[in-house]
């Protein structure tokens, strides 16, 4: 279903959207959801000392900002970059490849899963400096539907200990919520308070606007948390269309919502099927999709090109590709989902691929997720 025809859309209080065409679209009183962050209610926790700790973890937010690291670690690996690359690099390649490299989607992994070797933050500093990776975040999968791959969020947290290059995204499975209204609460702000940048990756079982992910939305608003959300057939629900998703990013102006993976990916063509949800479509993409019209629409909403997905999505039509690429570039992160020892990634070939103005390739290379981290 073709969502309407979104240009820009606004959020009032009263909860409708207005677009900037003057057209109404469909209420999101249905989500019963506040438009801005909100004090946890009184009766769920003392708000005085509420509010200190926020600060605190405002404070702390703030200070474990990590600089970029010298253009020489760039340099350093430009040797392994060449050597895969036509040697007849252009002016325009150089300058490309001289620009800071921040991957907003790899993984730390604890033990073996499906015949794969586990990937510690040493390896996976190590892979980043072969291919000439600046700094990457660093994400948990903490739900049942990311089995057979699991990294808990207090595994990531202490794995990546002292790796300054690495910034740790957690997730808060929301169906904890069955232990108390608070659980969700105190499990994220104790993440925060030991150095979660962001949530990540959301792959929980649920619809993406379920009730129950409410509380953690409003959260990440109040925290000033990015969120990504792993959208596909087993996880973060949403049909054919992205109506649901639409709800969310509405509702939540506060958050920034970095989405990813079949689901969503599969969106950048109009002609999306129920199948399509769960896998890499090779038809050449069809003009009028929802990714473009959401990413256009919402300045919450970003792509998060890792995976084979995002990878998809850019090479299965590309001339589409390229024009998407220069059409959205300030809401597209570079990222890989890089999640074992040897994982072969293509996405270090985009920047040969296709053409961009280096001003282009740096909003997506890093500038983008820089702003995301606040
Ligand atoms: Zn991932």
Not at 4 to 32: C, E, F, K, M, Y
Not at 125 to 151: C, F, K, M, N, T
Not at 341 to 356: A, N, S
């Amino acid at each position: 279903m073709p969502g309407p025809g979104v240009l820009r859309a606004d959020t009032n209080r009263s909860g409708s959207r207005q677009l900037h065409r003057g057209i109404i679209v469909r209420s999101v009183d249905a989500l019963a959801v506040s438009q801005e962050p909100t004090e946890p209610a009184p009766s769920s926790i003392d708000g005085s000392s509420t509010t200190t700790r926020r600060r605190t973890l405002a404070t702390l937010a703030a200070t474990s900002g990590i600089a970029l690291p010298a253009e020489t670690t760039v340099a350093a690996t430009d040797d392994a970059r060449d050597a895969a690359t036509e040697p007849d690099a252009s002016t325009r390649d150089d300058a490309v490849a001289d620009l800071p490299l921040f991957d907003a989607h790899t993984h730390v992994v604890p033990a073996e899963t499906l015949g794969r070797d586990p990937l510690s933050a040493d390896e996976l500093v190590e892979w980043l400096d072969a291919v000439g990776i600046d700094r990457a975040v660093v994400h948990a999968l903490d739900s049942p539907e990311a089995y057979p791959v699991q990294a808990p969020s207090w595994w990531v947290l202490e794995e990546l200990e002292g790796h300054d290059r690495l910034v740790p995204f957690c997730t808060v499975d929301p169906r904890v919520d069955v232990y108390g209204a608070d659980t969700v609460l105190e499990r994220l702000e104790s993440l925060v308070e030991r150095g979660a940048r962001g949530i990540g990756e959301l792959k929980a079982g649920v619809a993406i606007d379920d009730e129950r992910l409410e509380r953690l939305y409003e959260l990440c608003a109040e925290y000033d948390l990015p969120a990504l959300v792993h959208v596909d057939d087993k996880a973060m629900l949403d049909a054919v269309g992205l109506p649901r998703f639409e709800d969310v990013l509405a509702s939540y102006p506060g958050v920034d919502f970095l989405a990813h993976a079949h689901g969503w990916w599969a969106h950048v063509s109009a002609d999306v099927s129920e199948s399509d949800l769960g896998r890499y479509p090779e038809r050449p993409v069809e003009p009028g999709g929802r990714v473009p019209e959401l990413l256009a629409g919402y300045d919450n909403c970003y792509g998060d090109l890792a995976g084979m997905s995002g990878w998809n999505a850019l090479t299965r039509d590309p001339e589409f590709g390229q024009a998407f690429l220069e059409d959205h570039h300030e809401h597209l992160v570079f990222g890989t989902d890089y999640l074992y020892p040897g994982h072969e990634i293509p996405h270090l070939e985009l920047f040969d691929r296709f053409d961009l103005e280096r001003e282009a390739w740096s909003a997506i290379r890093y500038r983008n997720l820089e702003s995301l981290l606040g």
